[in-house]
Nanobody, 132 residues
């Protein structure tokens, strides 16, 4: 059974940094597409960043230059380094793994139906709160 577990969320002041982790068990994710999404209260879940099977990152316009997505294949773990955090980054952050894909779109789309197919597994999320 595939399981994704996020951690690393918390409360920070604007301008601060956090690093999120997503540990995957039950399957190897070193050669599949993975991504981070977020959902703020009252809003739809939106894309943040993705990484393809070759390790190439892709970002949405609103996080490019501030966030860095990476993967450690040996640890089966996906990361999201978040710097220069803004209050509008406040949301629950989710990781996802698409076991039927090795590519991601460039730039990473804000909304994409492909990440809601039966081949995609999701974690339960970790909360990030940024205060002004």
């Amino acid at each position: 059974q595939v399981e994704l577990v996020e951690s690393g969320g918390g409360s920070v002041q604007a301008g601060g940094s956090l690093t999120l982790s997503c540990v995957v068990s039950g399957a190897t994710v070193s050669r599949v597409s993975m991504a981070w999404f977020r959902q703020a209260p009252g809003k739809d879940r939106e894309g943040v960043a993705g990484i393809d099977a070759d390790g190439r990152p892709s970002y949405t316009e609103y996080v490019r230059g501030r966030f860095t997505i990476s993967r450690d294949g040996a640890k089966n773990t996906l990361y999201l380094q978040m710097n220069s955090l803004k209050p509008e980054d406040t949301a629950a952050y989710y990781c996802a793994a698409d076991f039927a894909s090795t590519t991601v779109s460039h730039p990473f789309p804000q909304y994409s139906s492909t990440w809601y197919s039966e081949n995609v597994y999701w974690g339960e999320g970790t909360q990030v709160t940024v205060s002004s």
